[in-house]
């Protein structure tokens, strides 16, 4: 019991928090989607239900990330997706998107005459000077866990995988 308590606490700051982001147009947009998938009209949606509100929207998530979408907001851990839950996941969901959007900007900031690569000096240079106190002995292992260290030319699909390893 304490362990969901745990798990649920603040979410209704959060989810209203997420809520106050979104336009009318997109909390509709939502819940007709929601509401349409919502097949036995008992406020939850199931992961096979998820895979099909996903594709209508223009995703193609696989059943892996099905499930780990719903369990990263499953707040109250009983396997479904409710309609707050389920806005928070889309949320997160294009975030991704635009965080890949972003990241192919920033390459072709790089790339200025569409050669299809950058170079490590370019990479190390956005690293000393992006904000952040990112020492040099940090730069070199990101060059060098990337296999980086010695060619002079990364490809975007490179420079993905050294800046979001998870992927």
């Known amino acids: 019991m304490a362990s969901l308590q745990k798990r649920t606490e603040g979410i209704d700051d959060r989810l209203l928090s997420v809520m106050n982001k979104l336009t009318e147009e997109q909390i509709k947009e939502y819940e007709d989607a ?5 097949k036995d009209k008992n406020g939850y949606i199931t992961t096979r239900e998820l895979g099909a509100i996903m594709r209508s929207l223009g ?14 907001v499953d707040y109250d851990g009983n396997g479904v997706v409710d309609f707050h839950e389920f806005v928070n996941m889309m949320i997160n969901q294009n975030n991704n998107t635009l965080d890949q959007e972003e990241l192919l900007e920033a390459f072709r900031t790089f790339d200025g005459d569409d050669k299809g690569y950058i170079f490590t000096s ?4 956005v690293l000393r000077h992006m904000g952040e106190n990112i020492s040099e002995q940090v730069i070199n292992d990101i060059l060098k866990d990337s296999n980086h260290g010695k060619k002079r030319k990364v ?13």
């Open 122 to 125: 370019e990479i190390r240079y």
């Open 59 to 72: 995703q193609n998530p696989t059943e892996v990330e099905l499930q780990e979408m719903v369990n990263e």
């Open 155 to 167: 490809t975007f699909e490179e420079f993905e995988k050294m800046v979001k390893p998870e992927l």
């Open 34 to 38: 929601f509401n349409f998938f919502d």
